[in-house]
């Protein structure tokens, strides 16, 4: 017989509630958990810093209204969000404590089956509106009032075809855009009442096992219920429903070899997208759907909890495609069957054997079941023991912008995952590679020692990077002063001169890795030249032999010792117009395949 203080409601597993100010006494603490469950109760005192929000409730005259639901709700509105309500006393005064906090504050006698229009502060018709109140530490907030309006009452009486009442009848109560807004019971007279609303255009359905779902005025289907209007404070009374029996639809879910698929779920629809009544495939894929209003349905099977794609009545993709299923009142349509096809996610990219540079943008692709409209990419460095996370939700279009992530592997696999659906996922056939974002090996240089004058010659180089990426630096002079830069994608390059005399092009190489926004280099390469010349011949072999070698060593030194002679300008490899000691320390450097100072 005591008076509630204080209460807490909300989807959340934890609730916290708050007193203030308690006089000495014994105090009752009441749990509605749910049967079969276990919770854990504790009891603390103290000072919390706490704050509160006073106010005062009253009715269009002003008289204070008693035992009306203050409820309170962070800012957002949210129903996991509520930490409880207060209900008024008997002149209407209320008093919430709580920790510090914006709350928002909604006066709902509905609650408590008084017939005030709910509201929110300050006079607000919804959370999206209402006004925030600030909680503060050690305060109190007063004059958080409400002034509520006498609201329309709605009520009827369900029975039976035979005119015999019907209890336990759930009554909801819908806006003009089909949106539930509350709901009543009948008693064992069959009657109800929908209390406190505002005017406006409502719409009523009737459900109760084992009789035909109906919506006011014995119609079948929401989009052809009658609206039933309200005045302001208007009692409007013989909302009445007389139920029928149910039709029933039965049939079986199979595979493409037959065998029966469970856990699929099968809803009956009306034509108009209303979701009625379901039922579960069981391991022989059998189901049956009760409670069903005589007329044309379509059934859609829900095949999201299987590894097999949903569809609609006969193989249809879509509602407005599905074949219509007729029912008759009090009997059963056999024969409702569906044949589903397995979902399926291949992996194109990658397949395994790739080697992916870290820090570089790839695409993972995929093929995926169109009835699939969400995936998760995940990937593994350790072959699949463990998974670590790209994208926990993204399009079904089979393409994703991926940045390769450091940390090498030799041991890398891709994961797309249905997010409806775990069991339904593709993974890489084979691992693949991710190489570390790093400078390169630095490559050999190789390069003919002459090329006639007009035609092609191909440098060489091994160690090529994971990109194949080259920078190739072509100079006339040994210290590459002002060389000209080619940039290669290949182990190869192929040049072509055309001079009036011989001309040495010196040449080096050197690969790079673009990875995390910038360009890794390898060191340079050996250094090769080119003797470019218009009769093709190699201003080195000095003998005319068609070789390079010792002998034209021999002859350039006999030849500064007077004792050997060369042809008129022969010998000057340097191009300073002089025979001298520096042009043997080139053809040495030559012999030696060094060009270095």
């Not at 209204?65 to 209900?87: C, E, K, R």
């Not at 390469?525 to 201003?539: E, F, K, L, Q």
């Amino acid at each position: 017989e005591g008076r509630v203080l204080f209460g807490a409601f909300s989807s959340s597993a934890r609730e916290t509630g708050y007193l203030a100010e308690l006089a000495a006494g014994w105090y009752f603490i009441f749990i509605n958990y749910g049967e079969g469950n276990r919770y854990t109760l504790t009891v603390s005192t103290g000072d919390f810093n706490l704050g509160s929000i006073r106010g005062r409730v009253t009715d269009e005259s002003g008289a204070g209204i008693g035992n009306l639901w203050v409820m309170f709700y962070a800012p957002s509105g949210a129903w996991d969000t509520a930490p409880g309500y207060v209900p008024t006393d008997e002149n209407g005064d209320y008093r919430f404590s709580h920790l510090p906090g914006d709350y928002k504050i909604q006066f709902d006698g509905r609650q408590t089956l008084l017939n005030y229009i709910q509201e929110w502060y300050d006079d607000q018709p919804s959370a999206e509106t209402a006004e925030v109140v600030p909680l503060l530490a050690g305060q109190d907030t007063v004059g958080i009032d409400a002034q509520l309006e006498g609201g329309a009452i709605i009520s009827g009486r369900v029975t039976d075809g035979a005119g015999t009442p019907l209890s336990l009848v759930k009554v909801n109560l819908f806006d003009a855009d089909y949106q539930s807004l509350r709901g009543a019971w009948t008693g064992s007279d069959g009657a109800y009442s929908l209390l406190g609303w505002p005017p406006g255009d409502y719409y009523i359905r009737f459900r109760k096992d084992g009789f035909a779902f109906e919506w006011y005025n014995d119609r079948p289907d929401r989009a052809l219920a009658d609206p039933v209007t309200v005045g302001q404070g208007q009692v409007v009374e013989g909302i009445d429903a007389a139920l029928e029996a149910p039709g029933f639809i039965h049939g079986r879910v199979t595979d493409g070899s037959r065998q029966g698929v469970a856990g699929v779920l099968v809803w009956a629809y009306t034509q108009s997208g209303e979701q009625l009544w379901g039922g579960l495939t069981d391991a022989e894929g059998v189901y049956g759907i009760n409670n069903l209003p005589a007329g044309e349905l379509k059934v859609f099977f829900d095949a999201s909890q299987t590894t097999y794609a949903s569809e609609w009545y006969q193989d249809q993709v879509s509602f407005e495609e599905a074949n219509l299923v007729a029912v008759a009142e009090g009997a059963l349509t056999d024969g409702i069957n569906a044949v589903l096809t397995m979902r399926v996610i291949e992996l194109g990219a990658p397949v395994g054997g790739e080697s992916w540079l870290a820090g570089t943008g790839q695409v993972i692709r995929w093929t995926g079941a169109a009835s699939i409209a969400l995936v998760r990419i995940d990937y593994s460095v350790d072959g699949g023991d463990t998974w670590i996370p790209v994208a926990g939700e993204t399009s079904n279009d089979g393409a994703f912008e991926w940045t390769v992530p450091d940390g090498p592997t030799d041991d890398a696999l891709v994961k797309i995952t249905d997010t409806t659906n775990a069991a339904v996922s593709g993974v890489s056939p084979a691992v693949f590679a991710i190489a570390p974002c790093e400078s390169p090996v630095v490559p050999v240089l190789q390069a003919p020692p002459v090329a006639p004058s007009g035609e092609m010659y191909v440098l060489e180089w091994d160690g090529p990077n994971l990109l194949n990426t080259f920078e190739v630096q072509e100079s006339l002079d040994l210290d590459f002063a002002t060389p000209t830069l080619l940039f290669i994608g290949g182990a190869s390059c192929t040049l072509g001169k055309v001079v009036a005399a011989d001309t040495v092009y010196f040449y080096r190489v050197r690969g790079y890795l673009t990875c995390h926004g910038s360009r890794h280099y390898s060191a340079w390469s050996n250094v090769r030249h080119v003797v470019v010349s218009p009769d093709g011949t190699d201003p080195y072999d000095l003998d005319g032999d068609g070789t390079v070698d010792l002998a034209d060593y021999l002859l350039m030194a006999g030849c500064l010792a007077d004792s050997a002679s060369l042809l008129p300008g022969q010998g000057d490899l340097t191009g300073d117009y002089s025979l001298s000691v520096l042009d043997l320390v080139y053809l040495r450097g030559y012999l030696e395949g060094l060009f270095k100072r």
